[in-house]
């Protein structure tokens, strides 16, 4: 038997994340002694409607969340007791909506800093309506084996360590949320372990007193004895005290109090719990409680480290007289599955990785380039193309290679509106499309016809010059086997009127004096293409190619070179055109021609 | 619980409707010089004189005085504004008028368990605090007004009579109106006075205690409230109030100069059965301290540099019960940053750190403080099955 939390139990829990992480504690009790969830609601306003996921065992339980507590009760009407963990502001106005509930009849609230005026109404309302308010500021409640509300026992391990998985012989009323799990676990090592441990919360007036709970224990027959651990302030312990000494009682009662420092300190200094303030005539004080204790009959312990052998002897005792049998374990205990992190990290299981990376990693404080911090590289006067060499060829390329990148990448970043990937990524802008797929839709543009052909103009180069072919051999193995060349030919340039951009990264790269076998070769073929025909020049594709080629870079990688630079430049149209509020773009009929056929009667469907 | 000093408790006072006497609150000579140019009762009447600050026994320090005119006023100012009494430096001055009366009475209102007491006697000043028995009480459950009759009865039985008994219970009447519309914790009038000028009742002197939980639906409370222990608190308790007024979960610290063993443990509850340990052997407390609801671990980080650099310390006492949340790995590596830091700047030369905890995470927790043995800390480390206190024993050992 327990009191408050047992078997029939059914819970909704007010409030959001802090309910939810309560919920998931509440769950793994329910697996640890094999019981279904118990937490059948959620009320919180701004999520109603939807669910809530908890993790039970190995799985997830989806716990509908509600506008109301009586939504929550009509559609659960088992529930019996709700949980409070909506914020001080607001914390009166949900536990008077849950006490109001006729199907409601223990009211637990952990929410702090409720105000005293508060806290005293929503007590005397759960007085008035023959129900329980236990709080606020409480951390919980727990009977063993039974039921758990709200987080008190802590983590999985300690249950199974604190024996919370089947019934003991002791009852335990704190006002500290730490300290309950401290006694709960005393329980466990120097007697039999709990029957129902409740937390009534620190503050000065909370809405039930360690009294009311004495009579429930006294009435519960599995309850042997009562431990409570009480502070200084108020006169809960002195009532206590007086209930224990005003008849002969069946449990036995063993009380500790905390505040004895106060005696020393400085006057009106106050510490720990709200509640834990001494009277103006010295009433309330630990002295004066623990000695209320001593005088009604209950086990005072000293000090708290004497809590545990006076827990003991009272168990031995009840074992001599046969009130007590000794507790038999389960042989075997359910065991909370590990995520998967956990197991990893105890080398429990091992994981076939989805994806491998060669390049990067920002799983510590900044992200690494193939090893290399991105703060250390900025602080040694690395640049962008030595990223780009380090995520793209995995390589510090050096301070001459980073100078031909940066001029590749200034020349070829944009190349006005009316091309392609810029008139698309423009037509998008003028439609209101947003920045990321405006330039996606100019990005997409890139291929066979447009930007594309680096790579491809870069492979070819290289696979002549790998074979040490020469222009003829080349020009006769493109034309029988691939089709024109990628990178020779412009749609306006020509030998007459030369791209400048060409010129110039030719005449830089030429002044280096560095081996440009690729280029050189691609500079042998258009000699001989250009001459065949006036605009089968090489272009920029091809040159870029040529040298990123002669620089080692991969072949796959090239067409990147164009993206990448070419993306500053779809950006640019992108911002240039939402700054004027540009207008939709459409079509005029006569910038088309209309090849289809004329209008004509449609045939009867066959 | 939050102490409210003498001006904005009569303000609350005056805004139910309570007869107060005209006062001022001034931070300088200049500015009380102006408002005697302003305000004709300044000129007329006698006037009173007091530090405006949390400090007991205002009177014996001479920070009380009596009897002046405004000139006499002006030069009790002066004399007051920037005196320097222990850790508090009075920064104002309360100036009020002095009210003629003959008979002086007592009215509080006090929270009780079933809601609150109505407290009346017909005496008042020094008198009442001898005469205990002659204030007689009404007690009220919580959500009930006093009706006019039970506060006329109480009147009577305290020995009020005719007019002055309707007058009486009109007070404590509004005084409840004030108690409970503020969210007040404790309101004491000593002395009420019947003023002569008008057969009034004047509330002369006001303590005011509220409720610092319901300061969100009192947006006029725009006023500061007052150390609780006859000190203004000091820088670092200052910085870590501000840390806990900023998180989630909390901190706390207050300083107890003088002290050798240093707290730093977990839980508004187990921390006081700490400080209880080392008073029990004949230890001396240097502060108390406190982390709890799982805070994050910058916060119990500024937490442990504050108790790092308390002065002449030779234990720190890292104690907490068996956690319900509070992430021990977590709020553990925010003492160790405090520590290493504190190490870094001089600090906890032949300190002895002593630990004992349990709860989520706690072996990982123990663990990395064991570990500061091989930084060079003294430190010892006790799990679970280490009684709480037990580790406050090994420390004062002699």
Redesign the interface.
């Known amino acids: 038997m327990s009191i408050l939390a047992n078997k029939d139990t059914r819970v909704v829990i007010q409030g959001g994340a802090a309910g939810v992480n309560a919920a998931r504690r509440m769950a793994e009790f329910c697996y640890l002694i094999k019981r279904p969830l118990t937490v059948e609601a959620f009320v919180y306003p701004p999520d109603a409607g939807k669910t809530n996921e908890v993790p039970y065992g190995s799985g997830l339980i989806a716990i509908p969340i509600y506008k109301t507590i009586a939504e929550a009760t009509k559609n659960h009407p088992a529930i019996n007791t709700s949980l409070v963990y909506i914020g001080a502001d607001r914390a009166m106005k949900g536990g008077m909506e849950a006490l109001d509930d006729p199907n409601i009849k223990v009211v637990s609230m952990i929410t702090e800093g409720v105000p005293e005026k508060d806290a005293k109404l929503l007590g005397a309302h759960a007085r008035k309506l023959g129900k329980v308010f236990n709080g606020p500021s409480s951390i919980g409640i727990i009977s063993a084996g039974a039921c758990r509300l709200g987080v008190i026992g802590g983590a999985f391990d300690n249950l199974v360590l604190s024996k919370l998985y089947r019934e003991g012989s002791f009852g335990v009323i704190t006002k500290s949320g730490g300290l309950s799990n401290e006694i709960i676990w005393i329980c466990s090592q120097f007697a039999d372990g709990i029957t129902t441990a409740i937390g009534i919360g620190g503050d000065a007036y909370p809405g039930t007193d360690y009294v009311s709970y004495l009579e429930m224990f006294e009435n519960d027959p599995q309850t042997k004895a009562v431990v409570i651990v009480g502070e200084m302030g108020g006169d809960l312990e002195e009532r206590a005290a007086e209930w224990y000494g005003a008849k002969k009682r069946r449990v036995k009662l063993i009380g500790v109090v905390s505040g004895f420092c106060q005696e020393s300190l400085p006057k009106g200094m106050k510490f720990g719990h709200a509640g834990a303030k001494e009277g103006m005539k010295g009433e309330g004080s630990a002295r004066s409680k623990s000695d209320a204790l001593k005088k009604s009959g209950a086990i005072v312990p000293a000090t708290f480290g004497a809590l545990g052998p006076a827990i003991k002897e009272t168990y031995q005792e009840l074992l001599k007289s046969g009130q007590v049998k000794e507790p038999v374990e389960p042989a075997v205990l359910p065991r909370l599955p590990k995520s998967v992190e956990e197991a990893m990290k105890a080398d429990e299981v091992m994981v076939a990785p989805l994806i491998r990376t060669t390049i990067s990693d920002d799983r510590g404080d900044e992200p690494c380039y193939v090893g290399y911090p991105a703060s250390e590289l900025i602080n040694k006067g690395y640049e962008i193309p030595h990223v780009i060499g380090l995520l793209w060829d995995k390589r510090l390329i050096s301070r001459q290679e980073a100078e031909i990148i940066k001029r590749i990448m200034m020349l070829s970043a944009d190349h006005g509106p009316c091309v392609s990937g810029a008139y698309a990524t423009i037509l998008a802008a003028c439609a209101g499309i947003g920045l990321s797929q405006a330039v996606a839709a100019g990005l997409i543009m890139i291929g066979p016809r447009f930007g594309g052909a680096v790579t491809d103009a870069g492979r070819w180069f290289k696979y002549a010059v790998d074979n040490k072919m020469n222009v003829d051999e080349f020009l006769v193995y493109m034309k029988k086997n691939v089709g024109p060349v990628p990178g020779i030919g412009h749609r306006v340039k020509s030998l007459r009127n030369p791209d400048k951009r060409v010129k110039e990264l030719v005449g830089y790269v030429k002044s280096l004096n560095i081996k440009t076998p690729c280029l050189d070769f691609a500079l042998a073929v258009e000699q001989v293409t250009a001459v065949k025909k006036d605009n089968l020049i090489l272009n920029v594709d091809g040159t870029m190619a040529a040298v990123l080629v002669d620089m080692g870079f991969p072949v796959d990688s090239l067409n990147g070179f164009f993206i990448l630079s070419r993306t500053i430049g779809l950006i640019g149209h992108w911002v240039d055109q939402k700054r004027q509020d540009s207008r939709l773009i459409r079509l005029f009929d006569y910038l088309v021609n209309y090849a289809a056929p004329k209008r004509r009667e449609v045939p009867p469907l066959k | 619980?939050a102490k409210v000093l003498e001006g904005p408790g009569m303000g609350l006072m005056k805004k139910w409707g309570i007869h107060v006497p005209n006062y001022v609150v001034v931070t300088s000579v200049d500015e009380l010089t102006k408002l005697g140019q302003a305000n004709d009762w300044m000129k007329t009447s006698k006037l009173v004189a007091k530090a405006h600050e949390a400090l007991g026994s205002r009177f014996k320090l001479g920070l009380v005085k009596v009897g002046l005119d405004l000139n006499g006023a002006i030069a009790a100012t002066k004399e007051m504004i920037g005196r320097q009494v222990g850790s508090i430096t009075v920064s104002q001055v309360i100036v009020s008028e002095m009210v003629p009366h003959k008979e002086e009475y007592y009215c509080a209102v006090k929270?009780t368990?079933?809601?609150s007491e109505v407290l009346v006697a017909n005496c008042g000043g020094i008198e009442v605090e001898s005469n205990w028995d002659r204030v007689k009480r009404l007690c009220l459950?919580?959500?009930q007004s006093p009706s006019p009759a039970q506060l006329e009865k109480l009147s009577k039985d305290a020995g009020f009579a005719g007019p002055l008994a309707k007058k009486m219970a009109d007070f404590a009447g509004k005084m409840f109106t004030c108690f409970?519309s503020e969210?007040a914790?404790y309101l004491e009038v000593n002395p009420v006075v019947t003023r002569e000028s008008d057969g009034e009742l004047v509330a002369l002197d006001a303590v005011t205690l509220l409720?610092g939980?319901?300061k969100?639906?009192h947006p006029d409370w725009n006023f500061q409230f007052a150390a609780?222990?006859?000190r203004s608190y000091s820088k670092d308790e200052m910085e870590v109030m501000a840390v806990d007024s900023k998180i989630k979960g909390s901190v706390k610290f207050?300083e107890?100069p003088g002290g050798d063993t240093a707290m730093l443990p977990?839980?508004?509850?187990?921390?006081?059965?700490y400080?209880?340990?080392?008073?029990?052997r004949g230890g001396k407390?240097a502060n108390?301290a406190?982390y709890?609801?799982d805070p994050p671990d910058w916060a119990v980080e500024v937490l442990t540099e504050k108790v790092c650099s308390l002065p002449g310390i030779k234990n720190i006492i890292v104690g907490?019960?068996?956690?319900?949340?509070?992430d021990v790995k977590k709020t553990f590596g925010g003492i160790i940053n405090g520590f290493r830091k504190a190490k870094g700047d001089g600090k906890l030369k032949g300190v002895k750190i002593w630990v004992r905890r349990?709860?989520?995470?706690e072996k990982e927790g123990l663990d990395a403080m064991r570990a500061l043995k091989d930084e060079g800390f003294d430190i010892n480390v006790f799990d679970?099955n280490t009684?709480?206190?037990?580790i406050v024993?090994k420390a004062l050992q002699k």
């Not at chain 2, 977990?266 to 059965?273: D, K, L, M, T």
């Not at chain 2, 349990?358 to 995470?361: A, D, E, I, L, M």
């Open positions: 619980m929270s368990r079933e809601g459950e919580v959500g409970d969210d914790q409720d939980d319901a969100f639906r609780e222990f006859g207050i107890i977990a839980g508004g509850g187990a921390s006081v059965y400080s209880d340990a080392v008073v029990a407390l108390y406190e709890s609801g907490g019960a068996i956690a319900n949340f509070t349990g709860g989520p995470r679970r009684p709480l206190t037990d024993d």
